[in-house]
């Protein structure tokens, strides 16, 4: 992937935080955030950025129960990559934020280990994440 190319959406875990955090954060980065609305176990709510609407799902307790998972289904927010939106929000949440270290592929090999993004104090980098 070349740094032009855009992923078709974003995803990232956020460590230890609320849906108020969340909220708080999309606040800073897109305008027009909707109220949020409980469906199930999940939460949607969308954002406006340069005039294009951006559903947003809100995942708490995801990925172990510690990790809050946040998906921008839409190519139109300020990021380019996953690790483009780990990066913004570290610096929001100064928690630990992680993320798919490439865009989905759906030809991947099923057994074929998934790297992720870690981003922290410590810095970015690579993992293996189950």
């Given at each position: 992937m070349?740094?032009?190319?855009?992923?078709?959406d974003i995803e990232i875990y956020v460590l230890n935080t609320t849906l108020e955090n969340i909220i708080d954060w999309l606040n800073t980065?897109?305008?027009?955030v909707s109220q949020p609305?409980?469906?199930?176990?999940?939460?949607?709510?969308t954002a406006v950025y340069h005039g294009q609407t951006i559903p947003i799902t809100v995942t708490p307790g995801a990925a172990?129960?510690?990790f809050t998972s946040?998906?921008?289904?839409?190519?139109?927010?300020?990021?380019?990559t996953d690790?483009?939106?780990?990066?913004?929000?570290y610096k929001h949440f100064e928690s630990e934020i992680r993320?798919?270290?490439?865009s989905w592929?759906?030809?991947?090999a099923e057994d074929a280990p998934e790297l992720w993004w870690k981003v922290n104090d410590q810095g970015e980098k690579k993992i293996n994440w189950h």
């Open positions: 070349t740094s032009s190319e855009r992923f078709p980065e897109l305008s027009e609305i409980p469906q199930g176990t999940v939460v949607k709510l172990g129960k510690k946040v998906i921008f289904d839409s190519d139109a927010t300020p990021w380019d690790l483009d939106c780990a990066r913004a929000a993320c798919s270290a490439s592929v759906e030809e991947e």
